[in-house]
């Protein structure tokens, strides 16, 4: 059972384009939501996260726009470039539950932004 | 350097010969995890440690074993490996408490013929 579902696939964008990737979570009791991206050859590695609090975060060209009643939460990368190519996967995690789990990824997306 | 480090970084191997894929982190994080990544799949818990000599099953912990017996080392164990287990493995770390970042390793590429 998938509990973070992640769209699309795969995302071709031109260069200074918008790339949108989204994902849909099921687990209410899911509070922190983190973005991962990884390069070729690379281990993950976090790019933004936000708390339900909030109905969005802005770092840099990276926004998470997140609707807690719809259970969805996207990335947004404004401006895209050539070096924003990667695979990017969403993640959900519950911390006030208490729970030792780990995050709950996405199937991940993998963005190319043509020059 | 602030890292976790995997080896080996490629392996091949046979069906049921036992193998380890070790992992280390140099940032004193109590919780370590071992992941695996297949295409289409996203990245899939396999085991998870919260300290020393504290670990336990992820989604997916069938075929695979794991020992906390340093802070530092979090070494992932099949014993019997089968083709179902090629895959991407990544090994993690982050201090406990909420939100804290986790730092992954570069990953380590198994494959089981």
């Known amino acids: 059972q998938q509990q973070v579902k992640q769209s699309p696939q795969s995302l071709i964008v031109q260069k200074g384009g918008i790339s949108i990737i989204n994902c849909a979570y099921e687990?209410?009791?899911?509070?922190?939501f983190p973005w991962y991206q990884q390069f070729p050859g690379k281990g993950p590695a976090l790019l933004i996260a936000i708390r339900p609090d909030v109905s969005e975060k802005k770092e840099g060209r990276f926004t998470i726009s997140f609707n807690k009643s719809a259970k969805q939460f996207s990335l947004h990368i404004m401006d895209s470039q050539p070096g924003d190519s990667a695979t990017y996967f969403c993640?959900?995690?519950?911390?006030?539950?208490?729970?030792?789990?780990?995050?709950?990824f996405g199937s991940g997306t993998q963005l190319t932004v043509l020059p | 350097e602030a890292q976790v480090t995997q080896n080996p970084r490629y392996l091949i191997t046979v069906t049921g010969k036992k193998l380890t894929v070790t992992c280390s982190q140099n940032?004193?994080?109590?919780?370590m995890s071992w992941y695996r990544q297949d295409p289409g799949l996203g990245l899939r818990q396999i085991y998870y440690s919260m300290n020393v000599e504290v670990t336990d099953k992820g989604d997916v912990p069938e075929g695979y074993k794991v020992s906390r017996k340093e802070k530092r080392n979090f070494p992932l164990i099949l014993e019997s490996p089968s083709p179902n287990q090629t895959s991407l493995y990544f090994c993690?770390?982050?201090?406990?408490?909420?939100?804290?970042?986790?730092?992954f390793g570069p990953g380590t590429r198994l494959t089981v013929t």
């Open positions: 940032m004193n994080h109590e919780y």
């Open positions: 993690a770390s982050r201090l406990q408490g909420p939100s804290y970042e986790q730092y």
């Open positions: 993640a959900a995690r519950s911390i006030s539950s208490g729970s030792a789990r780990q995050l709950t």
């Open positions: 687990n209410t009791a899911f509070d922190y």
